[in-house]
């Protein structure tokens, strides 16, 4: 697990570092939106049974209308800026795409497909699970619109101070986490996942819940990511404030699962902490649509 740490400090620091065109804010916004409205569905063992099952013919025609949901959606809002949502079917099957990899990503790493899954059920279970992704991806700017730099500046300029922003940070991390985990933790999804995941899934969990919280708060453009940037103190960084929310999310599923009895004190560590980074994914996730609210 040491190494997972490690390469998420990497992957966040080389985040930090890289180049931002326009295109990779749109691509940023639009996989951001995607994980804060699909992440709970992909955690439902219903889901999964219905995309290992379902018919080519009825899947293709659901997804002909969720592309047709998509167009509509593109045209209220979309994810890239009003210039640039100019052919609304070509940034819907986009949307689409984006929706798809994502959800194949998540999908990979909870070890609900891998390269020995029947490519039926690969194909079944990526599209089923990417279709609330795909609507996330098209109303995020109407959500989840830039909020300004109100976290710039000092307490007399109407500016949030450290401690404030500190603060701020960790009730609505809290919040969030409770938020979108909370109806999850007590489902069988947590235990089965917790049971089936091996240390290296569970290094890239831990991994991908620290960059994809990461990415909605600093790179998405949803928030005052100016302002955050610009905030003083130990924890205000992007990524210090990441890590910081993490564990705080990390602490929240903990608190869940006791609650609904899905571990216990007398568990052995390990079994702890696999229902612990199992849930955390989506408690981060929620973690970070809080923090876009302060």
Known sequence: MQVGYASSF?????AEQVGRSERIEDLETGFAGGFLFGIPLIYTMEAWDVGASIEPWLLAIFFIAVLAVNIVLIRISGFKDEKARRFPL???IEAMAIGIVGCAVVLLIIDRVNFSTSPDVWVGRVLIESIPFSLGVCISNLLLKHRGDTRLGERDDGGQTETQALLSDVGATMVGAAFVSYAISPTDEIDLLASALGPLHMMWLVV????????IVFQSEFSNAQGRRSQPGAFQQPITETVLAYVVSLLIATFLLLAFNQIEASNHWRVTLDHVLVLGLPAAIGGAAGRLAV
């Open 10 to 14: 990497m992957l966040l620091a080389v």
């Open 90 to 92: 070509a940034e819907a």
């Open 208 to 215: 991908f819940s620290l960059v994809a919280s990461f990415v």
